[in-house]
């Protein structure tokens, strides 16, 4: 936790987002339904923020908020201090350096038919780094920093030659190569094996350390987020039933929802068997 | 004789270079009633080895050696029109993201009546539709939601009926090849929950395929680990999980992210219980030799041997003693 009692990285009060199911040829009615339902969060510089929530409860949704990639319909999302809604053109832009994700599905995210290098590059092109030199040292740190190294070795490859795990590293690749202030990472392992998923916890946490980044992680897995979380936050039905340190709230949940989630773990005990 | 019963199983597949090893010598058997879990990471082998039991490899895979028995057939030299009998109605799998297999213009209902009819074609409608009803009172899925389309299914609903489909005929034995990896903690724990209690209901075999070790160690009597094509530890959960030998076992468990931290192996000495040699086997080295923090001289120039460290607890390793 960081002990500067500094602005913190993001703010988020009761934010609201409704989708509303347009009344279509083929729908049998008209319903709205509320994502996120008056959620307040505040996350620290500097920490890795979790938050944890089944399929469904709106836990994406708040990330591509976050990400501006939706817009909200109440409420207030404060990024280092600014209000992000009214966000347009150069500061939209200098925005999008600053937040980055790092996506579900390694299989999904990277494009085929571009190359390591390429996928990695791209962010920088976009941001104005116009020397391909410039672009090539920093593919390579951030591949490095990412655990694909001799990143050189990495540069011509396609997704299809790398592992899930090589892909997801690369996809992280790509969220640091702009050295961003914030981080999201969606379910970052969820496709992956058990020991590949905790290599990569291990990585963020390394990224946390080594570049200062702010994280937030969002996962359905409660003991991935204890692994790796200063606190944790627990989202159900889009709103947040539980918040705090990722101990406290493991060792003494204070909802039941909470409470049903750490009982779904698998368990090794085998007493009643 | 045990319903199943894998002997020196061992599956190739040809690639353009070379032939492929996918499972090396695989040993095991199972009773009804009983379950083994296999556990590995993904290219282990795991999948091939379920798939390789009711003869569905890919065209370039093939079955280099070992003999499959099943409730006395020799699955692998039965004839096709006899193996498709045992397929869906003696043994049933479960395969891999199963769920996001339904047919999307088809009600999910009459995909299932489909399965029961094309293996028992003299059952009538009726008959078989009270089948799909009872099946879904097994699973918890409301008998009015038959007949929804798969979009109109939750994730976990999906996978139930997935597992309902599995039961229509049934079968004997079921393979079920990682069928939670896609739904989330709850959801998951229902399910397992599902298939431990039909499992032990119907009194079937049940083989469980999963890179999850908590998972399997949720619902299998008997664990198998495998690395590289090669099963390198196989006893009862509880000795596989409270006892854990071989060195890659052992890195598998301390991996494992639990709700209380990562997993703590009971036993914390070096994996080096005395044991005695059960059966001399390969020619090669251990595959796991070059990642092993215990790995000696001895491993780096002489084949592993399996070794018993209890009457129903083997290990494939060089260490014991």
Not at chain 1, 135 to 155: I, T, V
Not at chain 1, 232 to 247: F, M, R, T, W
Not at chain 2, 291 to 303: D, G, K, Q, T, Y
């Amino acid at each position: 936790m960081p002990d500067t009692p500094a602005e913190p990285m993001v703010q988020i009060q009761g934010i609201k987002k409704t989708y509303s199911e347009d009344r279509s040829l083929f729908a049998r009615s008209a319903q709205a339904l509320t994502a996120i339902d008056g959620v307040s969060l505040c996350i620290e510089k500097g920490e890795v923020f979790g938050l944890v929530g089944a399929s469904g409860s709106g836990k994406t949704t708040l990330g591509r908020l976050l990400l501006k990639l939706e817009e909200i319909d109440a409420g207030q999302i404060r990024f280092q201090g600014k209000d992000i809604s009214g966000l347009k053109g150069a500061a939209l832009k200098d925005f999008r350096r600053r937040v980055q994700l790092i996506p579900q599905d390694p299989y999904q995210s990277l494009n085929p038919y571009m190359s390591i290098f390429d996928t990695v590059a791209e962010p920088l092109i976009i941001h104005g780094i116009r020397s391909s030199e410039a672009r090539r040292q920093k593919a390579a740190q951030a591949l490095d920093a990412a655990g694909l190294s001799p990143a050189a070795d990495f540069f011509p490859s396609y997704p299809h030659q790398l592992s899930g795990g090589q892909r997801q590293r690369a996809a992280i690749a790509r969220a640091m190569v702009l050295s961003p202030e914030f981080v999201i990472a969606d379910e970052p392992t969820s496709m992956l094996d058990a020991t590949i998923s905790f290599t990569i916890f291990k990585l963020l946490a390394d990224l946390r350390k080594t570049q200062g980044v702010t994280l937030l992680f969002i996962t359905h897995d409660l003991a991935a987020a204890r692994f790796l979380c200063d606190r944790i936050a627990v989202i159900y039905k889009g709103q947040i039933v539980e918040s705090g340190l990722s101990e406290q709230v493991i060792n003494n949940p204070g909802s039941d929802y909470t409470r049903a989630l750490i009982n779904a773990q698998p368990r090794f005990s085998f007493v009643n068997q | 004789m045990a319903l199943l019963e894998v002997e020196n199983l061992t599956i190739a597949y040809k690639t353009r270079r070379e032939t492929a090893i996918a499972a090396d010598r695989v040993n095991f058997s199972l009773e009804r009633g009983r379950s083994v879990g296999i556990v590995g990471e993904s290219g282990c082998g795991k999948t091939t080895l379920g798939m390789a039991l009711l003869r569905l490899l890919p065209s370039n895979g093939f079955v280099k050696k070992g003999r499959v028995t099943f409730d006395g057939m020799d699955l692998l030299s039965l004839p096709d029109t006899r193996m498709q009998r045992v397929r869906w109605k003696r043994i049933a799998m479960i395969f891999q993201a199963a769920m996001n297999a339904w047919n999307p213009v088809q009600r999910i209902g009459d995909q299932i009546l489909e399965a029961i009819r094309t293996h028992d074609p003299k059952i009538t409608k009726a008959e078989a539709v009270k089948q799909v009803e009872q099946l879904y009172e097994l699973v918890e899925i409301p008998a009015d939601r038959i007949f929804d389309f798969p979009h109109q299914y939750s994730g976990g609903m999906k996978q139930r009926a997935i597992i309902a489909m599995a039961l229509a005929c049934s079968p004997d034995l079921i393979i079920a090849d990682e069928p939670t990896t896609a739904l989330d903690v709850i959801v998951q724990d229902q399910i397992l929950q599902k298939i431990k209690a039909i499992q032990k209901e119907k009194n079937i075999a049940l083989i469980f395929i999963s890179h999850d070790i908590g998972v399997v160690a949720g619902v299998c009597h008997e664990i198998m680990v495998m690395y590289r094509g090669k099963i390198v530890e196989a006893g009862r959960r509880e000795e596989v999980f409270e006892v854990p030998v071989h060195p890659y076992t052992r890195a598998l468990l301390s991996s494992y992210l639990t709700i209380d931290g990562v997993f703590e192996i009971r036993d914390k000495q070096s994996p080096a219980p005395p044991c005695t040699p059960a059966e001399p086997l390969s020619k090669e080295l251990c595959g796991y030799v070059h990642l092993c923090p215990h790995a000696s001289e001895a491993c780096r120039s002489r084949p592993p041997q399996w070794r018993e460290i209890t009457p129903t607890h083997k290990v494939l390793c060089s260490l014991c003693r």
